[in-house]
């Protein structure tokens, strides 16, 4: 089962999302994300801690990963 983080989910009129494999792996582009189209560089613990919360198991991400 693959992981995939809405941006919106944090409250951001942003239609971002992200799907990976692994939660570390999906981690790493969320926060490349936030630092490309946010401009959020340092992020405090607290936000990186919500971003873990977030993150969901989704059993099409495989497939949609597969697929590019």
Do not use: P
């Amino acid at each position: 089962m693959g992981k995939i983080f809405y941006c919106k989910d944090l409250g951001s009129d942003c239609d971002w999302k992200g799907a990976a494999y692994t939660e570390d792996e999906l981690f790493r582009k969320v926060v490349e994300h936030a630092a490309e189209r946010h401009d959020i560089k340092d992020m405090l613990e607290e936000q990186k801690k919500r971003i873990r919360e977030l993150i969901k198991d989704d059993s099409s991400v495989k497939e949609n990963i597969a697929a590019r």
